[in-house]
């Protein structure tokens, strides 16, 4: 992979322009539907949180994660494409990088936010909603 993203640089940046995209959907809809059920949640009249809303939360935490592991891994393999400016979309795609970590908060803390929500709300609403499976990594 590495050598490819290195020989390529039009392919490279197409590829690390989709993955970004796509991690910018992933992690906006996490956070946007983990507050929906933060909210539902903590309504007084008790509303149930639908089982299938925590699974697309959870998917869209899931694919936040590996996204970012990709983008690590292609920062670590080819640092070059972010830092060789005879690449044209070298700066942009660093400005996007940047992006990414200044917005993002650790990944502990989003585990720490989706755990604590999924486990509040399994003691508020325990008859309502399935069992969730957690990765633990």
Known sequence: MAELLNTDKEMAASFLNSVLNQLNWAFSE??????????????PERNFVDARQLKVCATCFDLSVSLLRVLEMT????PEIF????RPSAELL??????VNNQAPPPHTS????SYTVEH??????????????FSP
């Open 111 to 114: 585990l720490s936010l989706f």
């Open 83 to 86: 830092l060789d400016w005879s």
């Open 30 to 43: 996490f956070i946007g539907m983990i507050q929906e059920i933060q909210q539902a949640a903590e309504r």
């Open 94 to 99: 660093l400005r996007r990088l940047a992006q």
């Open 121 to 134: 709300i399994s003691q508020t609403t325990r008859p309502r909603i399935i069992t969730s499976d957690f």
């Open 75 to 78: 920062v670590t393999l080819v």
